[in-house]
């Protein structure tokens, strides 16, 4: 099977593409096919974090292009932009990837978070966009997004031992 196994300059021409939702762009290893029916594996540096853009060396040489797919999302609204940026700042104590437009929040679904964005006065709806959350304020953020066992949104990783995030 022909491997990924590098990012590389996104002004580089790809050949092909691959659409991948948010969860597979935080994976380094993952089997996906392009748009055009090939399969192809991903083997990246661990911790990689494909953003929509980024282009991709193959180790036949060619270049692959990463496409972000539409998903499933919730939109938040605000009358302000100051309650937008309480609802912001509230979200993302919450460590869940989060992508910040001009007037508007996607969020990952999750119903806490829905409700407690409803009760800060915001509007949730349903909508399926690319998602491109925000990469942190290092360049990077590695988020658990799936829910625990309550239903409540993810943790970020610290990487502190399982002992130590047991407390």
Known sequence: MILAT???AQSSIGVESIKLTFDQREKSRLRVKTLGGEELGLQLKVGTMLSHGDKLQLTDGRVIEVIAAEESLHEVRAESATQLARIAYHVGNRHVPLQVNDDHLLML???????MVEGLGGTVREVTRPFQPESGAYGHSHVHHSHDDQGHGGRIHDGLSPRTQER
């Not at 679904?109 to 409700?115: G, T, W, Y």
Request: no cysteine; charged share 20%; proline share 10%.
């Open 109 to 115: 679904p999750d119903h806490v978070l829905k409700a």
């Open 6 to 8: 590098h990012v590389i």
